[in-house]
């Protein structure tokens, strides 16, 4: 384990559970994990299996939902922000920890300018005044590689294409110089070259400002080039991590060999068709009692289906939760 020296961010048996007609709803299910200082994380896995859930409870925000439930702890230099009262996550929240939300076309307000979208958290948090607040946004704006700046400062979002409202967004989370910034899918609505664009502008950014970031996507060439460690998660839970070269080129749990499998490589031609993970994710509401990916797992035996496995180191800085692992460190293939 890290000291508070080199570990920003440690979560530690976070579980999010909401209320439902249909029962508890288990969205984040034991997650642990660490983030060093500038370092780049990688939050991968498909719709619905915890990962926006996992990254708004960092930020605080699912404590304003009437009908979740939070426990575990989430250490952020060394305090404990689930335990701390709001007044004080929210002077956190923008100003240490950012977030660059999904779709910017429905994240930015859009009847307010971009002036003022970029001005308030720098008046809020960093006692600007509004004229000081204005330059510091204009240079920004800049930095983020929208031309000629100043002139586009009085804009509103509709005035800006995707991928400019996009720069916004990565503009305005930086605003305060934050040590940890959340990426959820940043790239989602963009077209390939815009998303290339937005991934190194990312990149170039956190090494500026020393600024740790969580990348959170289902698309596992978002985080390729751009992540220096993967945490692959299912079904509310991380069921393997490690760096991101040792995982690409070997992972040691079904689920990430099926998620390489279904992905077109052109450093690794196949003569075979791409493959698709058979089955759909568990409800989460009603969970198997053993492995949520026993269903879908060209593996799975009785083991597999009577509970659910632990995290296991399998080598320096990897860990599975797989009964398998062993075949899968191996080399076992998934059957075509």
């Not at 007044?87 to 859009?110: A, C, H, K, W, Y």
């Not at 586009?152 to 605003?175: C, E, T």
């Not at 040590?179 to 959820?184: S, T």
């Not at 080129?249 to 493959?275: A, C, F, I, M, N």
Request: net charge negative; aromatic share 4%; proline share 7%.
């Amino acid at each position: 384990m890290g000291t508070e020296h080199d570990t920003l961010l440690r979560l530690t048996d976070l579980t999010v559970d909401f209320a439902s007609q249909e029962g508890s709803v288990h969205a984040v299910n034991r997650v642990s994990f660490e983030v060093a200082p500038g370092e780049l994380v990688g939050l991968v896995g498909e719709s619905g299996c915890g990962k926006s859930v996992t990254a708004s409870a960092i930020l605080g925000l699912t404590r304003m939902i009437n009908n979740a439930t939070i426990s575990g702890s989430i250490e952020f230099l060394g305090r404990d922000l689930l335990a701390l009262p709001e007044n004080e996550v929210r002077q956190v929240r923008g100003r240490d920890i950012s977030m660059i939300f999904q779709d910017p076309v429905t994240s930015l307000n859009p009847v307010l300018s971009i002036e003022r979208l970029m001005t308030e958290g720098l008046e809020l948090h960093l006692d600007m005044s509004h004229s000081e607040a204005v330059k510091r946004a204009i240079e920004l704006l800049g930095e983020v590689g929208i031309p000629k700046a100043a002139g586009r400062i009085k804009d509103y979002p509709h005035q800006f294409s995707g991928g400019m409202r996009q720069r916004v967004m990565i503009a305005i989370a930086l605003s305060c110089n934050p040590k940890l910034l959340l990426a959820d899918e940043p790239t989602t609505a963009l077209d390939v070259t815009i998303q290339a664009q937005i991934l190194r502008l990312m990149k170039q950014l956190s090494r500026a400002h020393n600024a740790a970031v969580i990348v959170i996507t289902h698309d596992l060439g978002v985080v390729a080039g751009m992540c220096q460690r993967i945490l692959v998660m299912y079904a509310g839970r991380i069921v393997e991590a490690g760096p991101a070269k040792d995982l690409f080129h070997h992972p040691h749990h079904p689920y990430t060999v099926g998620l390489l499998r279904s992905v077109p490589r052109l450093d690794e031609p196949r003569k075979d068709t791409l493959q698709s993970i058979e089955g759909l994710p568990p409800d989460l509401a009603h969970l198997p009692p053993g492995c949520s990916f026993a269903p879908r797992c060209w593996l799975a035996d009785e083991e597999c289906w009577q509970s659910p496995p632990e995290l296991f180191e399998t080598a320096p800085g990897r860990t599975t939760a797989c009964y398998h692992r062993d075949a899968l460190i191996a080399g076992a293939e998934m059957p075509a």
